[in-house]
């Protein structure tokens, strides 16, 4: 039939049970499939990692604001990396970071999840999260 009608025979789904076929003209087909393609990776958007840089001596109030913000980046659907930055003598009370790394993650709730541990890295210790 596609001989007679100078089209293409174009197995769709080789992998079904019966087959599926159609008759089509190869190049507009290949084509439109490319250029569907194209459209639905440039609408595709990765989830950028936002980060957030807190001191270690940071304030309540400052605190609530950057957290404020961190929540606004989860709900965008980016994923956080907050980063406790360390100066001077404060590096010999790595403790007081990992007390602030987890009074971060109750104070956002249950709503998260925390995909990288702490890790102490240089002077800062820095963790990933993202939402649930």
Do not use: C
């Amino acid at each position: 039939m596609a001989a007679e009608v100078g089209l293409d025979l174009v197995e769709v789904s080789p992998d079904t049970s019966p087959p599926v076929a159609k008759i089509v003209d190869w190049g507009k087909y290949n084509y439109q499939r490319t250029k569907q393609l194209q459209r639905s990776r440039r609408k595709a958007k990765s989830p950028d990692i936002k980060q957030m840089r807190i001191g270690l001596k940071i304030s309540d109030h400052d605190l609530g604001v950057k957290l404020d913000k961190v929540t606004s980046f989860l709900e965008a659907g980016h994923k956080v990396k907050v980063a406790i930055i360390y100066r001077g003598r404060e590096l010999a009370h790595k403790d007081l970071g990992n007390r602030l790394a987890d009074r971060v993650v109750a104070e956002l709730g249950d709503g998260i999840v925390v995909d990288q541990e702490p890790q102490f890295a240089g002077r800062q210790l820095s963790f990933v999260i993202r939402k649930k």
